[in-house]
């Protein structure tokens, strides 16, 4: 299949060639990590206590795009004492937040499995929400990498 161009056709196009080069054509803008914002907005800008959020992730992920992810929170799950929402954060994406689960007592556990993207090597967090007004959170870091070598 051949294209053929007339003699106006080929003298558009280089002008406006031309003119994206002279005006320039911006690059793609890359947005600052919020993470420490939406944290302190889900906890209202409580600190939460380091502990009963375990999360599950490979040390090292082959693929950035698909990293699998299990968070368990330690939890009775009793109309009394429960979990009420887990939000999950990667400080190291151009957007932080990942995923926001929501319990209720009849969940009976309060567990979470996905796969997530990370954008690179960065800490995962997340942070829960109990019923008594409290948060708790875990972090673990995931070093991602081309083909697995750890570099």
Do not use: W, Y
Request: glycine content about 12%; hydrophobic content about 45%.
């Amino acid at each position: 299949m051949s294209v053929e161009l007339n003699r106006r056709q080929a003298l558009m196009g280089a002008g406006a060639l031309v003119a994206l080069g002279a005006v320039g054509v911006p690059a793609p803008a890359r947005a600052a990590n919020d993470a420490q914002e939406r944290l302190m907005a889900f906890t209202g800008g409580v600190q939460p206590q380091v502990g009963r959020v375990m999360l599950d992730m490979p040390e090292i992920a082959e693929n950035g795009n698909t990293v699998p992810m299990h968070i368990r929170v330690d939890s009775p799950m009793t109309p009394e004492d429960h979990v009420q929402k887990v939000l999950v954060l990667a400080d190291g994406n151009p957007q932080s937040g990942v995923a926001t689960f929501h319990f209720s007592p009849m969940a009976g556990v309060a567990e979470a499995n996905t796969r997530i993207r990370l954008g690179g090597t960065q800490n995962v967090m997340a942070v829960a929400q109990m019923s008594d007004g409290s948060f708790h959170m875990g972090s673990f870091e995931v070093r991602v990498t081309i083909g697995g070598c750890g570099g």
